[in-house]
């Protein structure tokens, strides 16, 4: 089975671009997350979505950040302007959420972003 | 807790020996439990878990011990491998909240032959 497909693997830009890193999750997932991970802050949940809704943004940076799920299967993070300091490791994971018990999140491979 | 990679503790073992990964939470509420293998390049990926209402799980080569008196969750690695070498992360939540994992600062194991 596919799991979380994330793309772009790598990305180089310079900063002031806008940059879209893009997500697949696992298919009849219905909760999907977006982390950042660094060395210096380790990993941080960036946004929920629950059913294609977003559901906690808090973690968000700044308005610089805005995600979006036009559909259960496709999901987008978007940085616009770019900067250095968001240079870090990008993880999408999905889970199954129903009334009841919580079950594992499952992430992608990451998209690693380097601003220069 | 917070995740916070910087100076992540490492743990030292011989190929063969078990290993034993501790981690602490915070939320007394917390009735989910879970523990990620990490390695270079790639994302986490689930090992194993346990809900509130046991305090021992096994899979293959892994055990997790859950104490929520002390609000502590253990690791265990029979007949550890080069391969396990990774970071490994635990994470907490609540029943109903979406899922929504807490991580903690993660462990590094390291495997020497």
């Known amino acids: 089975d596919a799991g979380v497909i994330q793309s772009p693997r790598h990305e180089v830009t310079e900063m002031g671009q806008e940059v879209t890193l893009r997500c697949k999750p696992i298919?009849?997932?219905?909760?999907l997350f977006w982390y950042r991970q660094t060395m210096m802050r380790g990993l941080e949940l960036l946004i929920y979505?629950?059913?294609?809704?977003?559901?906690?943004d808090s973690g968000m940076p700044e308005d610089r950040f805005s995600a979006k799920m036009p559909n259960a299967s496709f999901s987008t993070l978007k940085i616009q302007p770019s900067e250095p300091r968001d240079s870090a490791v990008y993880f999408c994971?999905?889970?199954?959420?129903?009334?009841?018990?919580?079950?594992?999140?499952?992430f992608g491979d990451g998209t690693r972003l380097s601003i220069l | 807790g917070e995740s916070v990679g910087l100076h992540l503790p490492t743990l030292s073992v011989q190929e063969g020996d078990n290993s034993i990964i501790n981690c602490a939470y915070s939320n007394s509420a917390s009735d989910y439990f879970i523990w990620y293998k990490q390695e270079s390049g790639k994302g986490p990926q689930f090992i194993i878990d346990?809900?509130?209402?046991?305090d021992k799980r096994q899979g293959q080569r892994v055990t997790v011990l859950l104490n929520k008196t002390v609000k502590h969750l253990s690791l265990q690695i029979a007949a550890t491998q080069p391969g396990d070498s990774a970071v490994y992360f635990c994470a907490d939540s609540i029943s109903g909240g979406y899922n929504k994992l807490i991580f903690g600062a993660g462990t590094r194991l390291a495997v020497h032959p």
């Open positions: 298919s009849g997932h219905n909760s």
């Open positions: 994971a999905s889970s199954s959420t129903g009334v009841g018990s919580n079950q594992p999140q499952h």
């Open positions: 979505f629950n059913n294609n809704v977003p559901i906690d």
């Open positions: 346990i809900r509130s209402n046991m």
